[in-house]
């Protein structure tokens, strides 16, 4: 009996023929998955093979430079180190972020925010976990570079302000872009950790400011050393600024305001021009730009003084006396005086049952249009308001750019107040009286101002009428030099009032600086004559109104106003200032006032030099101050 093949066995036929299909189906399917890996996934497969081995390195582009009217530089950039991780590299973040904050002295929770903000972005892309790491916590880093996976040091450009508070309020400051702001179109491109403009010009001109990142490629072995630099792209640095400012007119009027509470504006009444905005107290915007502390950002929020707060365009005061000059101009217009007219001011007015005092006691006697600017009588205006009304009165104020925002180009522009009767009544449902009309007449009651509204306004006034929208933006240049953006001078409205008497409040104003008895001579200057108008705005009405100013205590004290322009015969620069609770305008913000007019004409500073300014009476129950 001959041997028979095992395929003649039934059993071990069917056994043979399952395993053969099984072992083809095996062979099918690897042969399927490779073709889907070699073929179909090539393309992705390689690039995360890349990303194993080569490194995407963002270069941070430097912000552009800004620039004043001169060319001279007011903001500018420094290198600073940062330190970054690349999360496709870490395994355990929890260990690592509790050894990075230890080496860099830093809270391990601020860490883990940026780490958990960074999620939604590509792993190989460095997300920043520290700025502006000071050398010796960097060194501590590097010496322990081995145990930390993904770290990286960056050099990136910090901004830098040489001048730390010089027109902070202005310039604005940078902070942490925030996961909102991530969301946001606006944003798009940019990466946790990354600084924006929050504030000022920084946040308004922040598409100009912001330059385009660059990239290294650079390849690494297991452990994350570079062995080789593949390609670089370098960045493109951010646009330059000019502005309409003056250096040093802006070191200027922030030295004169030193210690105090308040604003400055000048400006170019020919143009709009802004020439120096102060506004103090101020804030160091370089603490923001490397990232400001908790204990740092409390102290700013308590400060009762209020120093994020630009009161340039933001600080809304009585304008007090000099309002009188758009009193002085509504009524010659009106026709309701002439600059012969006389009021004889006996120091007070009785309108009803209450009595109107002038801040001069024994009164002023017979007194005429100049006089009444020169010395600032308050009779005077009481007695005019009464025939030309409160609507007439404000119709000029706002001819004169009060009542309304001005447009500037910060955000936060506050509009001041000034009244109609249309306006009280819709506001409280109740007549316009007389009473409130004498306390308009001298900037008191419901009005209110910016310092940059008395800026614009005085501008008017020494013009002949023409309001500028002031702005402080002279160009945009590229790196090549062409101009982006330009700004042109703009008119936005026109006090409707004959020359002469334009003519006739220019010379009140003259004489209020120059002529004996003026209120305005602490800002009188030799070789350029000054022409302005005192204020001083009452706070609260006190009891006993007769107590010295050192009895009083400051947050109850009168603030100090002074608005100016010169030269007087052929105006160039006006002046507003306001020094909240400095008391008397003449002799508080006169001063500030000079200082700035000093160093537009180049006169040599006369801080120190004995100027007379004359002795006034004691504060008025209306609410107006001596001057």
């Not at 099984?22 to 179909?40: D, G, H, S, T």
């Not at 929050?198 to 452990?223: A, C, H, I, M, N």
């Not at 306004?457 to 101009?483: C, F, Q, W």
Request: aromatic letters at 8%; one cysteine or more.
């Amino acid at each position: 009996m001959g041997l028979s093949s095992p395929t003649d066995i039934p059993g071990l036929r069917n056994r043979f023929l399952v395993c053969s299909l099984a072992a083809i189906a095996i062979f099918l399917l690897l042969m399927l998955r490779l073709w889907y890996l070699q073929v179909i996934s090539a393309d992705r497969y390689l690039t995360l093979s890349e990303k194993n081995r080569i490194r995407y390195i963002s270069i941070a582009a430097a912000r552009g430079p800004i620039f004043d009217r001169n060319g001279e530089l007011l903001v500018d950039n420094r290198p600073a180190f940062g330190v970054s991780v690349l999360r496709q590299e870490v395994e355990e973040i929890d260990p690592l972020l509790t050894q990075v904050g230890n080496l860099l002295e830093v809270d391990v929770e601020s860490l883990r925010a940026r780490w958990d903000a960074g999620q939604r972005f590509p792993r190989y892309r460095p997300l920043p976990l520290a700025e502006d790491v000071s050398r010796d916590a960097l060194d501590r880093v590097q010496e322990n570079s081995v145990d930390l996976p993904g770290m990286l040091i960056e050099v990136r450009p910090l901004r830098s302000y040489p001048y730390k508070e010089m027109a902070a309020h202005l310039l604005g400051y940078l902070g942490e872009i925030t996961e909102q702001e991530l969301q946001e179109e606006a944003f798009a491109g940019y990466r946790p950790g990354e600084f924006v403009g929050k504030s000022g010009l920084e946040k308004f001109l922040d598409p100009y400011l912001q330059g385009t990142e660059g990239e290294r490629r650079v390849e690494v072995d297991v452990r994350g050393r570079e062995l080789r630099l593949l390609k670089t792209q370098e960045p493109t640095p951010g646009n330059k600024v000019f502005l309409t400012l003056r250096r040093d007119m802006q070191l200027a009027a922030e030295k004169a305001l030193e210690g105090e509470a308040g604003a400055v504006v000048a400006l170019d009444v020919r143009t709009g021009e802004v020439l120096a905005m102060a506004s103090t107290p101020a804030f160091d915007p370089a603490a923001f730009a490397r990232g400001i502390t908790g204990q740092e950002w409390v102290k700013i929020l308590k400060n009762p003084r209020h120093p994020l707060t630009n009161k340039a365009i933001k600080g809304q005061y009585p304008p007090a006396s000099t309002f009188k000059i758009v009193t002085a101009l509504a009524a010659l217009k009106g026709g309701v005086v002439s600059p012969s007219t006389t009021v004889d001011c006996q120091g007070s007015v009785t309108l009803g049952n209450q009595e109107f005092r002038c801040w001069k006691k024994g009164g002023h006697g017979p007194t005429n249009l100049k006089k009444a600017l020169k010395e600032s009588c308050d009779v005077y205006f009481y007695m005019v308001s009464l025939d030309l009304g409160i609507d007439r009165l404000s119709a000029m104020a706002q001819d004169l750019g009060m009542g309304q925002p001005l447009g500037f180009l910060l955000d936060g522009e506050k509009g001041g107040l000034i009244p109609t009767r249309q306006w009280k009544r819709e506001r409280f449902h109740v007549p316009w009286y007389d009473g409130e009309t004498v306390i308009a007449s001298i900037g008191q009651g419901y009005v209110l101002a910016t310092p940059m509204q008395l800026a614009v306004m005085t501008a008017a006034i020494a013009n002949g009428g023409t309001v500028l929208r002031p702005h402080v933006l002279k160009k945009i240049e590229d790196l090549d030099g062409k101009i982006l953006r330009e700004t042109v001078p703009e008119v936005i409205g026109t006090a409707l009032a004959a020359e002469k008497d334009f003519r006739e409040v220019r010379r009140g104003l003259e004489a209020a600086v120059n002529e004996p008895g003026g209120t305005g001579q602490a800002s009188r200057l030799q070789g350029v004559r000054v022409a302005g108008k005192t204020g001083t705005a009452q706070v609260v009405r006190l009891k006993d109104d007769t107590n010295p100013d050192r009895e009083i205590p400051y947050r109850f004290r009168d603030h100090a106003l002074f608005v100016a322009y010169a030269p007087a015969e052929k105006p160039e620069i006006a002046v507003a200032v306001v020094v909240e609770h400095g008391s008397h305008g003449g002799s508080t913000a006169g001063p500030v006032a000079r200082v700035l007019f000093e160093s537009y004409f180049g006169i040599e500073n006369s801080a120190g030099k004995s100027i007379p300014v004359p002795e006034n009476g004691s504060s008025a129950v209306s609410g107006q101050g001596e001057e």
